[in-house]
Nanobody, 121 residues
Framework: QVQLVESGGGLVQPGGSLRLSCAAFGSIFRINVMGWYRQAPGKQRELVAILTRGGTTNYADSVKGRFTTSRDNAKNTAYLQMNSLKPEDTAVYYC???????????????WGQGTQVTVSS
């Protein structure tokens, strides 16, 4: 019953900003590493950012300095702040999370439903 729900996508002009949210719901014991991915038309899915439970981050070179990811463990939520957006940032953005469920010893990766980000004038 674990589910990741994304929000915050939309249409924005070049140079604008958007903030994506990824909230986890369900019988969650612990959320470990979380990540953001995107897939543009005609391209393979690519990693955008990784965020550990302790707050360590890694970013793709294409978004370094423009995107920032963070998380609120108390709210089971991760965020992706996207600034100085470019048309090439247009894609469906997906979050994922490695989650341990209540009553289980291992973890599995869950994916959000995706949210469309369109950067266009």
């Amino acid at each position: 019953q674990v589910q990741l729900v994304e929000s915050g996508g939309g249409l924005v002009q070049p140079g604008g900003s958007l903030r994506l949210s990824c909230a986890a719901f369900g019988s969650i014991f612990r959320i470990n590493v979380m990540g953001w991915y995107r897939q543009a038309p005609g391209k393979q899915r690519e990693l955008v950012a990784i965020l550990t439970r302790g707050g360590t981050t890694n970013y793709a070179d294409s978004v370094k300095g423009r995107f920032t990811t963070s998380r609120d463990n108390a709210k089971n939520t991760a965020y992706l702040q996207m600034n100085s957006l470019k048309p090439e940032d247009t894609a469906v953005y997906y979050c994922n999370a490695a989650i341990q469920r209540v009553g289980q010893v291992g973890e599995r990766t869950y994916w959000g439903q995706g949210t469309q980000v369109t950067v266009s004038s």
